[in-house]
């Protein structure tokens, strides 16, 4: 069975401390990863999508960086704006052409000033 | 920056009565989809659309829900007799085409009474 796991559920940060977040997957040949952030009340915003293993992509404070198991979202020094919860997704490969998406439980980020 | 738009915001509705949720995709897209997330639980797909038809559904999209393109810009989702456990936000998404990430739309807040 596909499936998403995501790592830690919670992670509290000061303004400038660096971390990283994981997304690990199983799924049967895989077509495209992706890191959305959701705020409350709000939907999945799109971030960046991975499609093969040592691709790297980025954006302001955030990396992301793909193995053939897992992905990692790197944040370096976070501010208070980029307090949000991060979802990880895989697109299935069954399905058609289209491939709907398998998401993950997201790591619910806090900066703290 | 063109958007996915859904109404409303919020619906509350007694159990066993009918919904309908709107989406309006973004223009030039042609691949549509429903998700839905229970609170404090994974964003899971229900059911994606292409071409006037349905392309995939999940094992949630049984008979009591249905999706329509009734004209050239609205996506709903309808609920024939909806049930407490149907209580979530619903999440409409979109792209142009599968190699490209889904864009979302700030979701509809269902409450079964």
């Known amino acids: 069975e596909d499936q998403v796991t995501q790592s830690p559920e919670a992670l509290r940060l000061q303004e400038g401390e660096s971390s990283s977040l994981n997304c690990s997957y199983t799924v049967s040949g895989l077509r495209g990863l992706f890191w959305y952030r959701q705020d409350p009340g709000k939907g999945p915003e799109f971030l960046f999508t991975l499609y093969s293993a040592g691709e790297e992509k980025e954006k302001e404070r955030l990396k992301a960086t793909l193995t053939k198991k897992e992905s990692f979202l790197h944040i370096t020094a976070p501010k208070p704006e980029d307090s949000a919860t991060y979802l990880c997704?895989?697109?299935?490969?069954?399905?058609?052409?289209?491939?709907?998406?398998?998401f993950g439980k997201g790591t619910k980020l806090s900066v703290k000033p | 920056e063109p958007e996915v738009t859904q109404t409303p915001s919020h619906q509350v509705t007694q159990m066993g009565q009918e919904v309908i949720l709107r989406c309006v995709p973004i223009s030039n897209h042609l691949y549509f989809y429903w998700y839905r997330q229970i609170l404090g639980q994974k964003v899971e797909f229900l059911v994606s659309?292409?071409?006037?038809?349905?392309?995939?559904k999940s094992e949630i999209f049984d008979d009591q829900f249905s999706v329509e393109r009734p004209d050239g810009s609205n996506f709903t989702l309808k609920i024939r007799s909806t049930k407490l456990e149907d209580s979530a936000m619903y999440f409409c998404?979109?792209?142009?085409?599968?190699?490209?990430?889904?864009?979302f739309g700030d979701g509809t807040r269902l409450s079964i009474l």
């Open positions: 997704a895989v697109q299935a490969p069954r399905g058609g052409s289209q491939g709907n998406l398998i």
């Open positions: 998404a979109s792209h142009r085409d599968p190699n490209q990430p889904q864009h």
């Open positions: 659309f292409y071409n006037n038809e349905i392309s995939e």
